[in-house]
């Protein structure tokens, strides 16, 4: 079975401050996919990283892959209130068609 | 288009008592996937679907059954539900990598 382990779980910061979450496994995946959960809805996925080493930009959002496929991080710069939310990453086996979830990290990003 | 849809959006049962969850998807993907996300631990997979007609277990299948009749629908049933099912389940689609989730089901079993 395939683990991963989101750190911290929870992480409350001042708007305008920057954060780091970690995904982190033993396991090596074909691609990792980070989503962003807020309250009552679906996951929404917000970035697919699929070579080592790989790093993607969106916005004020990084993500990056580590060299030997088994970890990521997310770092959300100057965070604004509308980065509240959790946030999840899920790893794709070498099939592609089934993705393992990690615990989530609940941000809250206070005005 | 709406995506992914899921009813109920909320339901109590009784120990004991049986209900079905419907899941619709209009984007003519092939993948469906039921999860449970409790407290902390993310989403896990309980049945997928790889195409019509087909099921398989996920990670946490006991207690549940699905069924795939038709492209569009998957169906998650509870026989027999227990407080331990208590949960919110979400549905998802994918064509490829990129999953697309429903709002999800709220379920508390008494």
């Known amino acids: 079975t395939q683990l991963l382990e989101q750190s911290p779980q929870f992480l409350s910061i001042q708007e305008g401050e920057n954060l780091t979450v970690y995904c982190n496994s033993s396991s090596v995946f074909s691609s990792l996919q980070w989503y962003r959960q807020e309250p009552g809805e679906g996951p929404v996925l917000l970035v697919t990283?699929?070579?080592?080493?790989e790093v993607k930009k969106l916005k004020r959002l990084t993500f990056q892959f580590g060299d030997a496929r088994k970890d990521s991080s997310l770092h959300i710069t100057a965070a604004q209130p509308g980065d509240t939310g959790l946030y999840l990453c899920?790893?794709?086996?070498?099939?592609?068609?089934?993705?393992?979830f990690g615990g989530g990290t609940r941000v809250l990003v206070k005005p | 288009n709406a995506g992914v849809t899921q009813t109920p959006k909320f339901r109590v049962l009784k120990t004991g008592q049986s209900m079905t969850l419907l899941c619709a998807q209009d984007?003519?993907?092939?993948?469906m996937y039921w999860y449970r996300q409790d407290p902390g631990m993310g989403l896990r997979l309980i049945h997928y679907s790889v195409g019509e007609g087909t099921t398989a277990k996920g990670e946490v299948p006991d207690g549940y059954n699905v069924s795939r009749l038709k492209k569009q629908n998957f169906l998650l049933g509870l026989e027999s539900a227990a407080p331990s099912q208590t949960s919110v389940y979400f549905c998802a689609s994918s064509g490829g990598e990129t999953q697309y989730f429903g709002p999800g089901t709220r379920l508390l079993v008494l």
């Open positions: 899920a790893g794709a086996g070498a099939a592609g068609n089934k993705l393992t």
């Open positions: 990283v699929v070579t080592g080493g």
């Open positions: 984007m003519n993907h092939e993948y």
